[in-house]
């Protein structure tokens, strides 16, 4: 069965990096655009990052435009996010989502189909 797996969240101070990890199984890795969202307390989800299998193209939330990395390893069906200078309003937890790509709406998350079950990250002093 499909899976995907996200790793990586911790907690980090303001102004520090972390890179997440999103394993995926149980498809043709190369058929799927695989992007990152968040959901923060009280909050709805958001979209993070995108990039789609098509193309590579990538797309990001304003907020987190240069600070954000997303990157793929097809190889090892695997989606990155590296994430720089991170700030409080960063703290979530982030999920990967799998669409049989490439989405309509990229930070949307009516597209995708399968999710994982997600990583905490926390960004505090």
């Known amino acids: 069965q499909v899976q995907l797996v996200e790793s990586g969240g911790t907690m980090v101070q303001p102004g520090g990096s972390l890179r997440l990890s999103c394993k995926v199984s149980?498809?043709?890795?190369?058929?799927?655009?695989i992007s990152w969202f968040r959901q923060a307390p009280g909050k709805e989800r958001e979209g993070v990052s995108c990039m789609k299998n098509s193309d590579e193209s990538t797309y990001y939330a304003d907020s987190v435009k240069g600070r954000f990395t997303i990157a793929r390893d097809n190889a090892e069906s695997t989606v990155y996010l590296q994430m720089n200078d991170l700030k409080p309003e960063d703290t979530a937890v982030y999920y990967c989502a799998a669409d049989l790509g490439p989405p309509a709406d990229p930070l949307g998350t009516k597209d995708y189909d399968y999710w994982g079950s997600g990583t905490q990250v926390t960004v505090s002093s």
């Open positions: 149980g498809v043709t890795f190369g058929y799927w655009t």
